[in-house]
């Protein structure tokens, strides 16, 4: 196969999965086809101004957290996948109706659908503090411990999705990490012992790396211990579901295993 058709095979994300970190870690890597491109014209439902795209080229295409940033020499399209945000690469989904579509040469195209969108104006540096993603290099373990600290009455099930903390994290991420670090989704932050903390913060940066390449292979659900199950791998008993939190999002936990700090057992938790 030729380089040229390589580069405009189809790319269908997985629709079944709602997006995190990882997952727009991989649409940034399927999307530098686009580097460099001119953008020949833009389409879609989305209120933006879509005239103004007509004629850009695309510098550079970045992440950050569940963000995808698609950056113009003088401003950026941000695009945030939501809850159930999906893209093509080189084809459409006709039933779906197109948020924002880019137009290349040669019938290339970008649509996306099911997001947000708007500009974001001026440097990306100014904007996002690239230290809070959980897949960026950039990455500060110690920025996350102090802002967890700092916010100690909330609850770990809505510390881990907060995104001003770990930008990226997502339900399925959220679910996985407190099984792991055996800690009670109910529990609160400032509840945790201090290697608890360290190890939640740990894990969230870990899984998520685990979850990027587990879905390259497409074997992500295999590996999941917890979230959409139905029993405890390790207790072997049923396993509890509810909306917990501010977020109220679907949570999946053992109440034997997953211990529920609180401030009266800080002292005695190990």
């Not at 099930?157 to 995104?163: G, H, M, N, P």
């Amino acid at each position: 196969m030729t380089r040229e058709r390589r580069a405009t095979s189809p790319v269908t994300p997985d629709w079944k999965v709602m997006p995190e970190g990882p997952s727009l870690v991989i649409l940034r890597e399927q999307a530098q086809i686009f580097k460099g491109k001119r953008v020949l014209a833009a389409e879609g439902n989305s209120k933006i101004d879509k005239s103004r795209l007509a004629g850009q080229r695309i510098v550079s295409l970045r992440t950050w957290g569940k963000h995808f940033l698609i950056e113009f020499p003088a401003f950026t399209i941000r695009i945030h996948l939501l809850m159930f945000g999906r893209y093509c690469i080189n084809e459409r989904k006709p039933a779906k109706p197109i948020r924002l579509g880019l137009r290349f040469a040669r019938g290339q195209e970008l649509n996306f659908y099911n997001c947000a969108v708007r500009y974001i104006e001026g440097n990306l540096d100014d904007t996002y503090d690239w230290g809070g993603d959980v897949m960026s290099a950039s990455w500060d373990a110690a920025a996350a411990r102090k802002k967890l600290r700092a916010m100690p009455q909330t609850l770990v099930c809505d510390a881990l999705l907060d995104q001003n903390v770990f930008a990226g994290v997502g339900n399925i991420i959220k679910n996985e990490v407190l099984f792991r670090i055996h800690v009670h989704p109910c529990s609160k932050v400032g509840a945790l012992p201090p290697a608890r903390l360290r190890k939640m913060v740990e894990e969230a940066r870990i899984y998520s790396f685990q979850f990027l390449e587990w879905k390259r292979a497409f074997v992500l659900r295999q590996h999941w211990l917890v979230h959409n199950k139905g029993v405890c791998p390790r207790c072997e008993i049923k396993l509890h579901r509810a909306h917990l939190g501010t977020t109220h999002r679907r949570t999946f936990f053992c109440d034997r295993c997953q211990i529920r700090y609180s401030s009266a057992r800080r002292s005695a938790a190990k």
